[in-house]
C-alpha cells in the first residue's frame, strides 16, 4: 500500500501512541501480502508486534464488504499462526457529543477504537485473555 485513508492514518497514529506507552511492541503499515489462490492476495492494512512477540493483523473498515469479509475470514482460516482483528472506530454516542460540546473538541477526538478478533470464533475469549496476559487453562 502506498497510502492510508483517514481512518488507517488516525489509527496509526492510536498504534504509534500505543508503541510509546509500551503497549506495543510495535506496528507497521500494509508490508505483508497473503496469498490466498491464484492471482488472489489479501493484504492487511497492518502488522503489530505485541510486546510478547505475537504477530497479529489488523484491519481498519469504516465499513465492509462481502469481498472484503472473505478475504479475511479465509485468510485467517488459512494462516491459524497468526491473529486477525477488525477495527472500527466508535460509534458516536449522545454522550460523546455531550462531552465534546462541553470540551469544545471534535467528536472525533473523543472516540476510541472497537477492536475484536475476526472472525470471530469460540477461541476468541481465550486469545484475548492470553494477549492481555492471563492465564491459558
Not at 501512541?17 to 503497549?23: A, E, L, M, T, V
Not at 512477540?53 to 465499513?63: L, Q, S, Y
Not at 485468510?75 to 482483528?85: D, G, K, L, N
Amino acid at each position: 500500500k502506498t497510502g492510508m485513508n483517514a481512518l488507517e492514518t488516525k489509527y496509526s497514529k492510536y498504534l504509534e501512541q500505543s508503541r510509546i506507552d509500551g503497549k506495543i511492541h510495535g506496528w507497521r503499515f500494509g508490508s505483508i501480502k497473503f496469498r490466498m489462490a491464484d492471482k488472489t492476495w489479501y493484504l492487511p492494512d497492518f502488522q503489530v508486534m505485541m510486546n510478547d512477540g505475537t504477530i497479529e493483523f489488523h484491519e481498519t473498515k469504516g465499513f465492509m464488504l462481502d469481498k472484503a469479509n472473505i478475504k479475511i475470514k479465509t485468510t485467517a482460516s488459512m494462516y491459524p499462526e497468526y491473529i486477525f482483528r477488525l477495527v472500527k472506530e466508535e460509534k458516536t454516542t449522545p454522550e460523546i457529543k455531550q462531552k465534546a460540546k462541553e470540551l469544545k473538541v471534535r467528536v472525533g477526538e473523543l472516540k476510541g477504537w472497537d477492536i475484536s478478533v475476526y472472525p470471530p470464533h469460540k477461541d476468541s475469549y481465550w486469545i484475548d485473555e492470553m494477549i492481555a496476559g492471563g492465564k491459558d487453562e
